[in-house]
Nanobody, 126 residues
Framework: QVQLVESGGGLLQHGDSLRLSCAAS????????LAWFRQVPGKERDFVAG???????TYADSVKGRFTISRDNAKKVVYLQMNSLQPEDTANYFC????????????????????WGQGTQVTVSL
């Protein structure tokens, strides 16, 4: 059974940088596609970035050029480096994967992922 645990959230100011981490446990997790989503209260969970087991990344348009997703399969960790943070980046950030049906390419739909972490809050002030 795959489990995901996010960390690294915090309170930032506009223009700051932050790196989130998602530690994965379970067999063969290095072969899983991993993704980051974010959610604010009252709104749907939005795709942020995803990375295949071959290290091919995909980004939401809103974060392209500012965020970088990477993974360390030996450590079973996926990272989200966030630069030039803006107040609209404020959200609870979740790590996700599909442990039952391996995803070959990044999908932006939350319903395609069946395993989620508990989330880590990122708050960016002006």
């Amino acid at each position: 059974q795959v489990q995901l645990v996010e960390s690294g959230g915090g309170l930032l100011q506009h223009g700051d940088s932050l790196r989130l981490s998602c530690a994965a446990s379970g067999r063969a997790v290095g072969s899983y596609l991993l993704a980051w989503f974010r959610q604010v209260p009252g709104k749907e969970r939005d795709f942020v970035a995803g990375i295949t087991w071959l290290n091919n990344p995909t980004y939401a348009d809103s974060v392209k050029g500012r965020f970088t997703i990477s993974r360390d399969n030996a450590k079973k960790v996926v990272y989200l480096q966030m630069n030039s943070l803006q107040p609209e980046d404020t959200a609870n950030y979740f790590c996700a994967t599909n442990s039952l049906r391996p995803l070959m390419s990044v999908t932006t739909f939350p319903a395609d992922y069946n395993t989620w972490g508990q989330g880590t809050q990122v708050t960016v002030s002006l």
